[in-house]
């Protein structure tokens, strides 16, 4: 079996949950305080989608990545950008893949399915934001976001700073996401 992309379903949160801990605690040991990754719990966290999915509405979206044996190995989530942006106005709010999975496609797949949604819905722009420090960084920019601003925030204690890459073309994104990732190999399936 291929590996595919769908929207998530109700019965996909706890898979959701595991993925989003499990790859806070991977991609940003070093970066946050130890100590709020240890605290993340599986519970927490599922009780937080558990409200997402009570939310989502038209503007709100929600995939998942499955590995060839139909296990939820990545998520993205995305809706409107949430400042009020003059220039954006989706927002790619989260993507998390568990790091046995990276650097496989699945981040251009999920990129790609939130940012088709987000334009179905009406939007032509999208940003996201990322710790500075995050090697996903690198990533957006491979798919063409440009840097367009900075902010300060606070985790557990510890002051850090994010930065917002964004898409004026959503389009330019959706080819991009989507191209590179069938010339590896990995078709996505709705």
Not at 2 to 21: K, L, N
Not at 94 to 109: D, K, M, S, T, V
Not at 110 to 139: D, H, K
Request: charge should be neutral; glycine fraction near 8%.
């Amino acid at each position: 079996m291929q590996s595919m992309i769908r929207p998530a379903t109700p019965d996909d949160i706890a898979a959701i949950a595991r993925v989003h801990v499990d790859a806070w605690r991977t991609t940003y040991r070093g970066i946050v305080p130890d100590r709020y990754l240890e605290e993340m719990s599986y519970k927490k966290s599922e009780a937080r989608w558990q409200q997402w999915f009570t939310i989502t509405a038209n503007f709100h979206h929600i995939v998942v990545a499955l590995n060839a044996s139909d296990e939820v190995i990545g998520f993205a989530n995305g809706g409107a950008e949430r400042t009020k942006h003059p220039t954006f106005g989706g927002e790619l709010y989260a993507i998390y893949i568990l790091q046995a999975y990276q650097r496989q496609g699945y981040g251009r797949g999920l990129v790609g399915a939130i940012a088709t949604q987000l334009e179905q819905s009406g939007f032509s722009s999208m940003l996201v934001w990322a710790l500075i420090n995050n090697p996903a960084c690198r990533f957006y920019e491979q798919l063409g976001g440009q840097p367009i601003k900075q902010q300060s925030i606070n985790i557990g204690g510890k002051d850090l700073v994010e930065v917002a890459y964004g898409w004026a073309d959503i389009k330019l994104l959706i080819n991009r996401a989507f191209i590179e990732r069938t010339t590896h190999d990995r078709p996505i399936q709705d």
